[in-house]
């Protein structure tokens, strides 16, 4: 404990690598959208010493916003990860095998792969794939390696369309990502999280939206790995950090098959 607290008093960097949560932010058509209402405002009720309060309700779904996918988010013929039967797990309204809420905190060694400036652009073109050559160069371009264990994000600079909620989404258009080679080549170095910024860790090719989630099934139905959506990663860009401490939990909903979550990159000043 003395190490780690002398560790934080020399100073540490803190990345917020979450988008903020708004009705007008992109969402995927496969889920409900986000929205906040005030049901209590200050003033309607006082307080006899002045002080009044304020709460709000917020109605969400669990894959919205900046958020990590519960292994129990995709089945393939029925099964989850480890061959577990997913309609069997969902019956009663939630999870009883591998909901969100059985996922632990993750706390480790993060990497940036900087698809985007390795190749010398600020963005990939729509429906552009990230393969695995492309994750190798990221990696050898930044001087990090990938270790088992890691958690492992993906930049492709999609970020930079978020307040364009159609293009970002790439329903019409297609949007970056990576493809099957590269989630095999995470998952055969032993990874232990990945994510990117597109609210779909795939290749989405110009014209077929999310009718097919090759990535998806590769990572969290045959390697049970959790996938972050949605991250905000232009600052860790900017000031060419590619190594650093993530820090990511997702809340315990009970059965869900998704979390909201803010990750942190810590880096030591």
Same mark, same amino acid.
């Given at each position: 404990?003395?190490?780690?607290?002398? =560790?934080?008093?020399?100073?540490?960097?803190? +990345?917020?690598?979450?988008?903020?949560?708004?009705?007008?932010?992109?969402?995927?058509?496969?889920?409900?959208?986000?929205?906040?209402?005030?049901?209590?405002?200050?003033?309607?009720?006082?307080?006899?010493?002045?002080?009044?309060?304020?709460?709000?309700?917020?109605?969400?779904?669990? /894959?919205?916003?900046?958020?990590?996918?519960?292994?129990?988010?995709?089945?393939?013929?029925?099964?989850?990860?480890?061959?577990?039967?997913?309609?069997?797990?969902?019956?009663?309204?939630?999870?009883?095998?591998?909901?969100?809420?059985?996922?632990?905190?993750?706390?480790?060694?993060?990497?940036?792969?900087?698809?985007? =400036?390795?190749?010398?652009?600020?963005?990939?073109?729509?429906?552009?794939?990230?393969?695995?050559?492309?994750?190798?160069?990221?990696?050898?371009?930044?001087? @990090?390696?990938?270790?088992?264990?890691?958690?492992?994000?993906?930049?492709?600079?999609?970020?930079?369309?978020?307040?364009?909620?159609?293009?970002?989404?790439?329903?019409?258009?297609?949007?970056?990502?990576?493809?099957?080679?590269?989630?095999?080549?995470?998952?055969?170095?032993?990874?232990?999280?990945?994510?990117?910024?597109?609210?779909? +860790?795939?290749?989405?090719?110009?014209g077929q939206g999310h009718a097919l989630?090759?990535?998806?099934?590769?990572?969290?139905?045959? /390697?049970?790995?959790?996938?972050?959506?949605?991250?905000?990663?232009?600052?860790?860009?900017?000031?060419? @950090? +590619?190594?650093?401490?993530?820090?990511?939990?997702?809340?315990?909903?009970?059965?869900?098959?998704?979390?909201?979550?803010?990750?942190?990159?810590?880096?030591?000043?």
């Open positions: 404990m003395s190490r780690l607290l002398r =560790a934080l008093e020399g100073g540490i960097d803190i +990345y917020d690598l979450g988008q903020p949560l708004e009705p007008r932010m992109p969402v995927s058509p496969n889920h409900p959208g986000f929205r906040m209402a005030l049901l209590r405002r200050h003033g309607d009720h006082v307080r006899p010493d002045g002080s009044s309060a304020a709460n709000e309700l917020l109605v969400t779904g669990g /894959h919205v916003g900046t958020h990590v996918d519960a292994l129990a988010h995709v089945s393939l013929h029925d099964r989850l990860y480890g061959g577990a039967s997913a309609s069997a797990a969902q019956r009663g309204g939630r999870f009883t095998s591998h909901g969100i809420d059985t996922m632990a905190p993750f706390v480790g060694r993060g990497v940036l792969l900087d698809v985007a =400036a390795a190749t010398g652009v600020d963005c990939l073109q729509p429906g552009q794939a990230v393969t695995a050559g492309d994750c190798e160069r990221a990696a050898e371009w930044a001087g @990090v390696e990938v270790r088992p264990g890691d958690g492992v994000l993906v930049r492709t600079g999609w970020a930079r369309c978020w307040n364009d909620p159609a293009t970002f989404v790439g329903l019409e258009h297609g949007a970056p990502g990576p493809d099957e080679s590269a989630a095999r080549w995470l998952a055969e170095l032993g990874v232990s999280l990945t994510g990117g910024e597109t609210v779909a +860790y795939e290749q989405i090719p110009r989630l090759p990535v998806h099934v590769l990572l969290l139905v045959e /390697h049970g790995i959790p996938i972050v959506e949605m991250l905000d990663l232009g600052s860790l860009s900017t000031d060419g @950090v +590619y190594e650093f401490l993530l820090v990511m939990t997702p809340l315990k909903i009970v059965g869900g098959t998704g979390s909201p979550v803010r990750p942190l990159a810590l880096v030591s000043e």
